[in-house]
């Protein structure tokens, strides 16, 4: 059985870094992309940041772009969202997810992040709180 499971949310001052680790079991990890995902209470979950199965590429949401990175670890089938010059909106419930293959599709030949529908395995979540 395939799962994916996030760890290291918590609370972190505002300006504060925070890494997000998403662990693997039961999958061909270098044939998916891991993307992270994010949500508010009584709000859409919100594409973060995704980066595709290996040899592929990253790419992430404006709102966090210059602020976060996202990597893989084949070795460990573990995916890294490291989090910096974090804000008080980025308080929210942070989830990871495997899609097959790549982090994107073509819409009307625009490069487009793949949706939440089209991701096959997703973890419970974890909380991050930027707060003083």
């Known amino acids: 059985q395939s799962h994916v499971v996030e760890s290291g949310g918590g609370l972190v001052q505002p300006g504060g870094s925070l890494t997000l680790s998403c662990a693997t079991s039961?999958?061909?990890?270098?044939?998916?992309?891991i993307g992270w995902f994010r949500q508010a209470p009584g709000r859409e979950r919100e594409w973060v940041a995704c980066i595709s199965g290996s040899g592929g590429g990253a790419g992430y949401a404006d709102s966090v772009k210059g602020r976060f990175t996202i990597s893989r670890d084949s070795t460990k089938k573990t995916v890294n969202l490291e989090m910096s010059s974090l804000k008080p909106e980025d308080s929210k419930v942070y989830y990871c997810?495997?899609?097959?293959?790549?982090?994107?599709?073509?819409?009307?030949?625009?490069?487009?992040?793949?949706?939440?529908?089209?991701?096959?395995?997703w973890g419970q979540g974890t909380q991050v709180t930027v707060s003083s």
């Open positions: 997810a495997a899609a097959p293959r790549t982090c994107f599709v073509m819409v009307r030949g625009t490069k487009t992040p793949k949706g939440a529908p089209e991701y096959d395995y």
């Open positions: 039961g999958l061909n990890f270098d044939y998916y992309a």
